[in-house]
Nanobody, 120 residues
Framework: VQLVESGGKSVQAGGSLRLACEFS????????MGWFRQAPGKEREEVAE???????KYAESVEGRFTMSQDNAKNTLYLQMNSLKPDDTAMYYC???????????????WGQGTQVTVSS
C-alpha cells in the first residue's frame, strides 16, 4: 500500500483547503481510510476516519468544518477543510487500515504528510 498526500499550503484563517491522498496497492472494499494530523510538540490526533459501520467519525474540533470523501475511480481520498483556524495548523497524514469481515482494523500504513499552516 502506498499513500501520497498533497494540497497542503499556507492560508488565512477562515479560508478553505482540499487535501488529496492518492492511494495504490489496496482494495477499496477491504480498506478503511482516515486522516490524522500532528502539530509541533503535540501527539498525532485523529481528524476523520471510516467506521466499521460504514459511517465516518470526525474529531470534535473539526466536526461541521471538515469532510472526508473518497473517489475510488481516481484512487483518491480527500479532506475538504472549511472555516480553517490557526489551531488547524499541522502536518496532515492519510492512513490505511484493513477491513476484515466488515470491521476496520488499526491503521498501519501512513503517507509522508502534507503541511497545512493557518495564519490569523
Amino acid at each position: 500500500v502506498q499513500l501520497v498526500e498533497s494540497g497542503g499550503k499556507s492560508v488565512q484563517a477562515g479560508g478553505s483547503l482540499r487535501l488529496a491522498c492518492e492511494f495504490s496497492g489496496l482494495t477499496a472494499s477491504r480498506s478503511c481510510m482516515g486522516w490524522f494530523r500532528q502539530a509541533p510538540g503535540k501527539e498525532r490526533e485523529e481528524v476523520a476516519e471510516d467506521l466499521s459501520s460504514g459511517g465516518i467519525k470526525y474529531a470534535e474540533s473539526v466536526e461541521g468544518r471538515f469532510t472526508m470523501s473518497q473517489d475510488n475511480a481516481k484512487n483518491t481520498l480527500y479532506l475538504q477543510m472549511n472555516s480553517l483556524k490557526p489551531d488547524d495548523t499541522a502536518m496532515y497524514y492519510c492512513a490505511h487500515a484493513l477491513r476484515i469481515f466488515g470491521s476496520c482494523l488499526r491503521f498501519t500504513t501512513w503517507g509522508q504528510g502534507t503541511q497545512v499552516t493557518v495564519s490569523s
